[in-house]
């Protein structure tokens, strides 16, 4: 889809946007103007997809193989990549003790290991192009600390400080890398953690207590950051992390 907004004329790649932040994003990217390939490794994404007149493909962010093959398809689609949202990611609940490593290497592998594939995928033609705006989703849990999320904070972490070291290395060819790092936010992904156990529910909640406005964040306030981030509007910012997280951090 194609038009008049703030996103007119760019070229726009989401992972992981069958749902949640990814879904909310891709349809305010298409009503902001933005031609789009959407991949996930659900195929729900497809539905989504033909709803905003975009192309989907079937990708494991965690996969070398796939994540090239979706960049072949992105840019024979699109002609080139002017926005790269790499948001694709998973959470497994435990603590540093009770994390198995197979656990570990599958979240590492989706949120970290797949957020540097993606990146690598894209970032030739995006040069060549001359430039243009790498997201990342990253967490609030990216920057402190909190019980039995161990391969998940630690793969967030890992998210700002490799869009760091990305804008570093390419902020003179056009570049520009940021990461995104929403707190709690009711996602499809919150919603399966909350309803396993009524335990997991309350910690939860008093999670999302903890914030200074008392609530979970939507997905569509996160896709407004994501929005920034992708247009013009954001042209002198890179390097950062931009926290969405009803001010979690900030007390």
């Known amino acids: 889809m194609s038009g008049q907004g703030r996103l007119s004329h760019k070229r726009a790649i989401i992972t992981g946007a069958a749902s949640g932040i990814g879904e909310a994003s891709a349809r305010l990217y298409a009503a902001e103007g933005a031609s789009l390939v959407l991949a996930d490794i659900d195929p729900k994404g497809a539905s989504v997809a033909r709803e905003l007149d975009a192309e989907f493909v079937r990708c494991d962010v965690s996969s070398a193989a796939d994540v090239e093959r979706l960049a072949a398809k992105a840019l024979e689609r699109l002609g080139g990549a002017d926005v790269l ?49 790498i997201i990342a989703t990253a967490s609030q849990l990216g920057l402190v600390g909190i019980a039995n999320l161990a391969a998940y904070t630690a793969a967030k972490g890992g998210v700002i400080n490799l869009m760091r070291s990305l804008a570093a290395e390419h902020g003179r060819d056009g570049i520009r ?66 926290v969405v997280d009803g001010g979690y951090t900030a007390v």
């Not at 599958?106 to 797949?114: Q, S, Y």
């Not at 903890?210 to 013009?232: N, Q």
């Open 177 to 242: 890398a940021n990461a995104l790092c929403p707190g709690p936010t009711w996602t499809p992904l919150t919603e399966r953690l909350t309803h396993r156990d009524g335990a997991n529910e309350d910690a939860l909640h008093t999670v999302a207590e903890r914030t200074l406005l008392g609530r979970f964040g939507r997905p569509e306030e996160l896709a407004s950051a994501a929005l920034f981030l992708a247009s013009d509007e954001s042209s002198y910012v890179t390097g950062s992390a931009l």
């Open 85 to 133: 949202f790499a948001n694709a990611g998973i959470a497994v609940e435990s603590s540093v003790l009770a994390t198995t490593e197979d656990d570990w290497q599958r979240v590492l592998g989706t949120d970290l290991t797949g957020v540097w594939l993606t990146c690598r995928a894209f970032l030739p033609s995006m040069l060549a192009n001359g430039g243009g705006s």
